[in-house]
């Protein structure tokens, strides 16, 4: 019988990822194996000689299957993180990109009023709407989605980061969440992906992120038209708002439109790579 030690198999784990076309083979190889073990990658150089039990290399060799099939990676350890926060994952929402943390760390500072109110459109895991409702303790949060399951997800989220957030199913395209008060912030990761960018796409986002999250069934800017012809409707006078946007081809269309309605301040805000990804203003009547 083999007795497979933590370096062999992730010699052997990293080799079929690799050849299956994962990016980062050896490090999703690491950190599957170091969920497994608890240990973080540095430990398992540490224990390099250890051999794995049974149901320990059973456990393994799925979710290295799953993995190769190019199931997200975040999805197989069931969470992921985002800012401060630890988010279950699954396919009923997007998993939080990195890129949205940037929106998060420029809303913050957008909030100087206690009990300001807040709406995150299109929340999924709820990611964006947690994140500041942990950071501003005396702020009013309401995340919406047009998907159930999204918003379920996003409630788990919300209990296990200790928020108080409060969630609404709506189909933003055609109602507006009932208000008995306007939004001095509307931020939004909306879909933004045309149709025929599919085929441009990693098979972890085509095969396994919730469709009616990533994409626009026309051009890709139906959703920052719409926002433009409702913000009036939502914010406060001098309310802002900040939409994500899919980089440097959207750029002047997504600020046109904005321009085009008479928003204030507009600004295009990059993202760690310096792509253009978010679009900030405010609603001056």
């Not at 928020?163 to 395209?173: A, L």
């Not at 890709?220 to 913000?231: D, M, N, Q, V, W």
């Amino acid at each position: 019988m083999t007795v497979w030690r933590v370096v062999d198999i992730i010699k052997s784990s990293s080799d079929f990822l690799e050849k299956k076309g994962v990016p980062d083979a050896r490090l999703d190889a690491e950190t599957l194996l170091g969920d497994i073990l608890k240990k973080n990658r540095l430990e398992l150089y540490l224990y390099f000689d250890r051999p794995l039990h049974k149901a320990e290399l059973d456990t393994y060799r799925e979710h290295i299957r799953r993995r190769g099939t190019r199931e997200p990676l975040q999805h197989i350890l069931g969470e992921t993180g985002f800012m401060h926060l630890t988010l279950k994952t699954g396919p009923a929402a997007l998993v939080p990109r990195p890129e949205t943390e940037i929106l998060v760390e420029r809303a913050l500072p957008l909030i100087k009023k206690e009990n300001a109110r807040i709406l995150d459109i299109g929340t999924g895991s709820g990611c964006i709407a947690i994140a500041l409702a942990q950071d501003l303790k005396s702020a009013k949060v309401l995340g919406i989605d047009i998907s159930s399951d999204a918003l379920k997800q996003a409630k788990e989220n919300a209990v296990l980061n200790g928020t108080d957030v409060k969630f609404e199913e709506v189909d933003i395209m055609k109602h507006l969440p009932q208000i008995g008060q306007r939004f001095d912030l509307v931020v939004s990761n909306p879909p933004y992906i045309a149709p025929d960018e599919k085929a441009s796409l990693q098979r972890e986002v085509v095969d396994f992120d919730p469709h009616q999250a990533l994409f626009d069934d026309s051009d890709g800017l139906s959703f920052y038209r719409r926002y433009a012809e409702i913000l009036p409707e939502l914010l406060n006078p001098n309310g802002s708002f900040l939409f994500e946007f899919g980089g440097s081809p959207q750029e002047k269309a997504v600020l046109n439109i904005f321009m085009e309605k008479g928003y204030h301040d507009l600004e295009i805000i990059q993202d760690y790579n310096g792509d253009p990804r978010v679009i900030s203003g405010r609603y001056k009547p």
